[in-house]
């Protein structure tokens, strides 16, 4: 066997070790600590469903700003953005929050805007204060979504559309004519 193959099995096997571990390694991870994140994550929900029932929009984008100055590692932030979202969507309308909000598709933009809002609100970037901000934009954009479809409801909702014309008729085959 040639020493190029005998170092492509070895890698090969290497790697198959690597994936049959870390699928262990993820399996007793999820096993252990699971439960917990999912019932803290539940918790972080419920907190931004009551907060945001008694809040507008700001409101929830000021508070989530605060936990975030507040956060400590990973775990947090992602607490922060569950929560955010959940404010969001239960709170009552701030006039004018959604007016300079990018679509999440203008990315160049998006990064922009997203820098400045972190230094618009004294977040550092290298905490990832830009996830709490893409929050701002699903949400916005998702809302803006609604309107349109509900829009678009209200002009089908009059008359009915005419049917659709007839097809039509089949062309003549030439006649034969000699």
Known sequence: MPTWMKVLLVVGV???????????????????????????GK???????????????????????AR??????FTDMIK???FMRACL??????????????RQTEFMKAAGWQLKQCQRYGLSPEKQCGQLFQQVQQFCETRLLRVE??????RDSGDP?????????????????R
């Not at 659709?164 to 006649?175: N, Y």
Request: aromatic share 6%; with cysteine.
């Open 80 to 82: 922060i953005n569950v």
């Open 68 to 73: 975030h100055a507040r956060a400590e590692g």
């Open 14 to 40: 290497l790697l198959v070790l690597l994936l049959v571990g870390g699928a262990v390694a993820v399996y007793f991870l999820a096993r252990t600590y699971g439960p917990g994140l999912v019932e803290a």
């Open 161 to 177: 559309a005419p049917p659709p014309p007839p097809p039509p008729a089949p062309a003549a085959p030439p006649s034969r004519l």
């Open 149 to 154: 479809n509900a829009n678009a409801g209200e």
């Open 43 to 65: 918790q972080t929900y419920n907190e931004g469903v009551e907060y945001g029932r008694r809040s507008d929009n700001e409101g929830c984008l000021n508070e989530a700003v």
């Open 89 to 102: 969507e239960k709170s009552r309308p701030t006039p004018g929050f959604c007016d300079d909000v990018p």
